[in-house]
C-alpha cells in the first residue's frame, strides 16, 4: 500500500474517531434541511407588524440562493476551523516528526490531509444538499433537480479552494489559530476580488455567484472562474508541500 | 564502512550556532553515547540525521547513505526515537505500531507478526488495545521504542531514550539495546542519564555549545581525561596526615570530610606512579589507623564534569 494511501487512511480514520466527521455532517445537514424552512415560516417567525418593510413570499429559487449563501459563509468558516490545525497541530505536537521519520514523502503527507478534508467535507455538502433540495421540494416545489445539483458542485469546489488555502497556511506555521487568520484574510480578500470588474470571471470567489446564477436559471456560465479555481487548488497545494518540505520538525 | 559519519556540519538557527563544524566516525554495530548538556546542540545533531532537519553546511551519511532531508531511501533504514514520543492519542499501541509497518510498507502478516514482538519487547502487550491518549509517560516512552524498531533497523537513532522510565524499565531498555548490538544494529543514543551510557556504550562523544570536546571509547575516555583519585578512610581525625600530603608536589588537591567516626580523604595527584608507591608507606609511618585505602577510576560523570564543566563561563 502507497504511502498516500496509508496516511489518508490514518487521516479519515482520525476524523471519525474524534468526531470531526460526525460534527461537519451534521452541522451541513442541520444548516441544509433548516435554510429552506427559516424561509417558509420567517412570516411566522416575524410577524408583520414588528417590520417597516413587508417580507415577500419565497420560491424554490430563494430557497437555493439562500442555501448557497449558507454554504459559502457557513461552509467557509468550518473549512478554516477543521482544517486549520491540520498540519500544524502536529508539528507542534511531534507526530509529524514521528510520521516523517519514516519513508514518507511530505507531498503525500499534505495531499493525504487534504484529500481526507475533501471527503468529509463531501459527505457533508451531500447529505446538507439532499436534506436541503427536500424540504424545498415539499416546501416550495421543485427547483429543478439538475442546476441544483450543479450548483451544489460548485458550492463544493469553493469549499475545496477554501480547505487548499488553509491546509497551505497550516504548513506554513506551527500555530492552528495563525494559520486559520491567515487563511481568513486571504479568502475574505479573494471574496472582495470577485465584485470587481476585471476579476469576477476569474476569482474562485466567483464560484458562488455562478452557483447562484445558475440556481435562478439565469446568468453566463464562468468556465475561466472553474478553471482558476482549480489551478489555484493545486498551485495552493504544491506551495504547501513545498514550503512544508522546508520546514524543521 | 562507518555506519554514521559527518563532517564540517554546521547548524545556524539565525544567529544561534546549534552544531559548530561537527565530525563524528561511528563504526558499524557499536552502541555510541552522545553526550553533553542541554542546548548542546544533540538533538540538531539527531534531526540532521534522521533527514528531519537541514544542516547550513557539512554532509553527513548514515547506513552508506548520503544524508538528505526526507530521504526515503535513508528513511527506511533507521530508526528514530525522539526526546519526548507524540502519537496520535485516538489510536490505540496496536493500531500505531500497524500505522508505522505499512509506512515502511511492510506486509500485513508481518506487521501482525512484528506487532506481537514489539508489544512483547516492550512488554505493552496487555495494554495494547488501549488508547495511546490513557499511556502514562514511561509507556509513551517504551511505544516509541517499539516504534523504532519496526523496520528492523541498520541504524537506530534514540533521544534519550530512558528519561521517563523507572529503573526496572531502564535496565530492561538497555538489556535491548545490548541485545539489538548483537543482531547487528548500530545505536546512537543521546543521554543525559551518565550510568547508563557507562553501562552499555562502546564509545561516546562529548559535545558542548555546538562543538565536539571529544570522541572516544569509555575506557580510553576515562582514562585520558580524569586524575586518578586515592581514598583512604582513617578511624580517627588525620588533620596532620592532609597537612602532610598538601605539601607535596605530586599532590594535586585533597578533599577531607568527617563521616560519623570515619576521616575521609580524596586525593587528586599529577603523578600517580609516585602516588602509588607514596601514600602506602605515608600511612603505614602517620601512626593513624586505616580504614580503607583504594585508588579509584573516575565515573564517567566525572569525566563529562571535567571537561564540559570547566568550559562554563
Known sequence: MSSFFVLFRKEFKGQLKTYRFLIVVALFFVFGLGTPLLLKY???????????????????????????SSLGQLGLVAAILVAMGSVASERESGTAAMTLSKPVGCGSFIVAKLAAL?????????????GCYLYTVVLFGNPGGFDFFIATLLGALYLLFCLAVTVMYSGFVRTPIVAGGLSLVTLAVIAGTAGLPGMKHYSPGALLDWADNIASAGGPNSWWVLVVSVALIIITTVIGWQVFKRKEL | MPAISCQGLTKHYGSLVALDNLALTIEDKVIFGFLGPNGAGKTTALKIFTGLSRPTSGSAWVAGEAVVSHSRSLQSQIGYLPEEPAFYNWMTAKEYLTFVGQLFGLSSRDIKKRCGELLE??????????RVSGYSRGMRQRLGIA???MNKPAVLFLDEPCSALDPLGRAEVLDTLVRLKEQATTIFMSSHILADVERVCDTVGIIDRGRLVVESGVEELRQRFAHPLFEIEFEEAATPFVGLLESLPWVEKVNAAAEGNLFKLRVSVRDVATAKVEIPRMIAGSGFTLRQYQMVLPTLEEVFIELVGNRKD
Open chain 1, 42 to 68: 420567517l412570516h411566522a417567525l416575524v410577524p408583520a407588524e414588528n417590520v417597516a418593510i413587508g417580507i415577500p413570499e419565497f420560491t424554490a429559487v430563494d430557497a437555493v440562493q439562500s442555501y448557497i
Open chain 1, 118 to 130: 475533501a471527503v468529509t467535507f463531501g459527505v457533508a455538502i451531500a447529505v446538507g444538499a439532499a
Open chain 2, 121 to 130: 519487547l516492550v512488554d505493552l502487550s496487555r495494554d495494547a488495545s488501549r
Open chain 2, 147 to 149: 516504534q523504532a524498531l
